[in-house]
């Protein structure tokens, strides 16, 4: 659901940085590889290679 919602956020504007952070990232190794799959297969084709996602500190 988190993928499927930010990658509605990128496709409307253009972003190109994702930095997740608070307490989700604490969780990050949980969902992360998920969270992207679902970012990927939701994102417009030129959005694809330009989204780049890290976890913040």
Known sequence: MLGYSI????NLNGIQQVSLGGKISGAGKYF??????????????????????????
């Not at 992207?36 to 500190?57: A, D, H, T, Y």
């Open 7 to 10: 990658s509605n956020i990128v």
């Open 32 to 57: 992360m590889n998920d969270f992207k799959k679902s970012l990927k297969n939701n994102l417009m084709e030129p959005r694809i290679q330009k989204c780049e996602v890290f976890i913040s500190k």
